[in-house]
């Protein structure tokens, strides 16, 4: 007996922050004007798409002591924008990334319980930590949290947001005109939490949500974080789209289920993933080389290798060769602000192993930077990425993919016309959405 | 010039209403008052009346009836979503009224909330503002967690130190969240391809906002709002309130009882743009009845409905004379509460704007798509930006 087919379970990412988005193309608009929201959500919406998906930043990144201005600059608040879609499409998922140190669950509760009403069940919280004072700068409440606290305080302010969801029941609200009852309950919302973290007590204020509350994912790494996920998330948005790497990831993650209880199917492994279509696979990995050139320019490949160094390259020429001199030890200082400032642990090896393959190669700094930054995941015609994106799925190596188009806002459009329709022939992605809520669409289950 | 200039018009949106009683109307729609349908619902409805704004009204616990803490009522409306993400939420759907939701300013971020309100201005195309609201209630207090309040137990409580630091701290909560408006500058984006810059950085700057109660350094994540500053909206009955809107506000709503107020009031707002007059409305067309109506929701209720500011009832005529008064004393615009929604809402929209239309006093189509175009504000000059 053959396995059944899993379904294939996709997600747009709007376009970040940094340089996988190729700002420098004609066809690329505002990355703030409402339109561009509206469009990618309406693409993903009309391709059946899961959610669409925001990541956060609080500070606007700063290189040398100056705001980076390399990449694009500036995003809008998340939970307005996402309200704001709302509005304009019906069905498609609305993922938010919402940092757990610079709020309080109170706030953050009410904001998701608004959102998921707004929208009729379709929230979902990426629930992020930060531990940097740069960006606590920005902040009432300051951000410096020791290494050791930083998943502890995420799962408490989790935990107690889903204490504060689960204050009211779905039924509290009763509205009888007739007998002039409004509540059943007349302590409906009342809640109490004191941990190391948090010490709150009182009365909600938002009834429960459609979905009793957002979806949750997670995106750490780490032992810690994978575990945060096994505990407690609904989806996790990987770093993993390579098939190897993924089927490994995979596994650990989905084997950490069980001593908390839950099954594989209750945690969604969703890789972010980038992709580059042609006619032909040929013209695909012609356009794919063209767009890596657009995404490291000269600039870029010099702070990328700055970056690695810790110190100022700026005299460098790009098309040249590797710095001779060896990088700074001790913690980089040059780039702040990064999501995950890739700490290089080792620098000295990795400049040593750069400069050994760019002499192996004839490799300049900007090829050198574009060579081991990683190329797009999915490269190739509309059947060759359908059917990638089919068997990391099937290979369990994922449970589908976040995508990460390069242009805002027509990204997906092509993705959309073209691979969209492949899949619905495999039969491995839906054709019509068969519930309304974004649990519904990730085949959870629904809370009571 | 008052007196002839035409009148401005918003209306406060709460709940079904702002009497206790008014989700018992047939017309009224309790069951949908957490979904983005009923709101998108009366706000399309304050457009089609043409008016400048709604607001939206909110608080950090649910509605209570007690001075602090919680009043265990079930025969009212309580819970309500975030004003915020309600303004977000009807922006797109809506294109030339003005959004301005409440936004508690103690306990929050102005980070969070100049963006957020940002954001609804770049969702909306140039409709957005914010009216600052302090919380004085421990119960509040207490779901933060983060300082410790005293329980209010009089009104009196209200005049001691507690209120004139939280007042205090609105003023330079605001006085944030307007330089974070403007940390960037309007051509900040360059997306120069021969060096690769897609902002001038020059144009990018830090706000170093250091006060009492926080600090914050910037610059926003958000670009600058297409309002360039979007509206801020003062309630004020008290002194400190009043400080605060002639600090911090662009329009100032007041609750004066007669004339003679309205003159005492002009003297404390002094230099504020526009002085909204502030009243809850119960209007029907055959005289007499609004009153009644009233008293048929204050026998539901089991009490008679006071407010803070003047409860109004009669036909939209007898409001369009008040309000012409009231406008002659010195008042640029009314915000007007509606006693029951639909009913009251309608009724502003239907009756008593037609009835001032009539009269030369009110717009027969918009002037302009943005709030501060609407209530005749110039885009503001940035700040930061060299003269």
Partial sequence: MTKPRKQVHLAVHFPGVNNTTVWSDPRSGSHIDFSSFRHLAQTAERAKFDFLFLAEGLRLREYAGQIHDLDVVGRPDTFTVLAALAAVTDRLGLAGTINSTFNEPYEVARQFASLDHLSDGRAAWNVVTSWDAFTGENFRRGGFLPADQRYERAERFMRTAWELFDSWRRDAVVADKESGRFLDDPAAGTFAHQDAHFDIAGRFGVPRSPQGRPVIFQAGDSDGGREFAAATADAIFSRHSELEAGKAFYADVKGRLAKYGRTPDQLLVLPASTFVLGDTDAEAQDIAAEVRRQQVSGPTAIRHLEEVWNRDLTGYDPDGPLPDVDPIAGENTVVKGRASVRQHRDPFAVAKQWRELAEAKGLSIRDLVIHVSGKQTYIGSPETVAEAIDHSVQEDASDGAILVPHITPGGLDEFADRVVPLLQERGVFRTEYEGTTLRSHLGLADLP | ?387
């Fill in chain 2, 1 to 387: 010039m008052p007196g002839t200039s035409p009148l401005h018009l918003a209306v406060a949106l709460d709940g079904a209403g702002w009497h206790p009683a008014a989700w018992r109307e047939a017309d009224a729609r309790p069951r949908e008052l957490f979904s983005g349908r009923y709101w998108t619902d009366l706000v399309l409805e304050a457009e089609r009346g043409l008016l400048d704004f709604v607001t939206i009204e909110d608080s950090l616990g649910p509605q209570s009836t007690a001075l602090d803490g919680f009043d265990d009522r079930v025969d009212q409306v309580r819970g309500r979503l975030d004003a915020v993400l309600v303004a977000a939420r009807v922006a797109p759907s809506t294109s030339r009224i003005g959004l301005v939701p409440s936004a508690i300013v103690t306990h929050t971020e102005p980070f969070h909330l100049s963006k957020a309100v940002a954001t609804v201005d770049h969702a909306s195309r140039g409709r957005a503002g914010f009216r600052p609201v302090i919380s004085a209630r421990a119960s509040d207090a207490k779901h933060f967690g983060r300082r410790d309040v005293p329980v209010l137990e009089r009104l009196d409580d209200l005049e001691d130190r507690l209120l004139l630091d939280l007042f205090e701290e609105a003023a330079d909560y605001v006085e944030a969240v307007r330089r974070l408006w403007d940390s960037w500058e309007d051509d900040a984006e360059i997306r120069d391809a021969a060096t690769g810059r897609f902002v001038d950085r020059e144009k990018l700057h830090r706000i170093d906002f250091e006060g009492r109660w926080f600090s914050v350094r910037g610059p926003s994540i958000t670009p600058r709002p297409p309002q360039g500053q979007p509206v801020v909206s003062v309630l004020a009955h008290v002194a400190p309130a009043y400080e605060l809107a002639v600090r911090a506000a662009d329009v100032v709503h007041v609750t004066p009882f007669d004339s003679s107020d309205v003159h005492r009031i002009l003297r404390e707002v002094r230099g504020v743009p526009h002085v909204f007059g502030e009243l809850v409305v119960f209007l029907d067309d055959r005289p007499g009845a609004a009153a009644s109506r009233k008293a048929r929701l204050d026998e539901l209720a089991g009490a008679e409905y006071r407010s803070d500011a003047l409860v109004f009832t009669g036909t939209a005529g007898e409001l369009a004379d008040l309000l012409l008064g009231w406008r002659e004393a010195g008042l640029s615009g009314f915000r007007l509460r509606p006693g029951a929604v639909p009913h009251d809402l309608e009724a502003i929209t239907r009756a008593l704007v037609p009835e001032l239309q009539r009269r030369g006093a009110f717009r027969t189509e918009y002037e302009a798509d943005t709030l501060r175009g609407l209530l005749g504000l110039p885009r503001p000059v940035n700040r930061y930006a060299p003269a």
